[in-house]
């Protein structure tokens, strides 16, 4: 079994700001643990730039300029 060392823990935080470079947007972020983590579902953003998770709700602010 592989060690996972150095990855944050999965949803520990219920917003995140992400850029047009980070698109298409996961959650889980990349870099956390997934294996105490809910399934990796892909972030629709509404047209004022926020999305939020179905699992656990964090929201999503794309920061637009």
């Known amino acids: 079994m592989t060690a996972q060392k150095n990855l944050s823990t999965p ?3 219920d917003s ?3 850029t047009k470079d ?3 947007v996961h959650c889980p972020m ?3 643990s997934l294996w105490n983590s809910h399934p ?3 972030i629709a953003f509404d047209k004022n730039g ?3 998770c179905p699992y656990c709700g964090a929201e999503y602010h794309l920061k637009l300029n």
Do not use: L, M
């Open 11 to 13: 949803n520990a935080k």
């Open 16 to 18: 995140y700001e992400v």
């Open 22 to 24: 980070d698109v298409p």
């Open 30 to 32: 990349p870099g956390t």
């Open 40 to 42: 990796q579902v892909y």
């Open 50 to 52: 926020v999305g939020k």
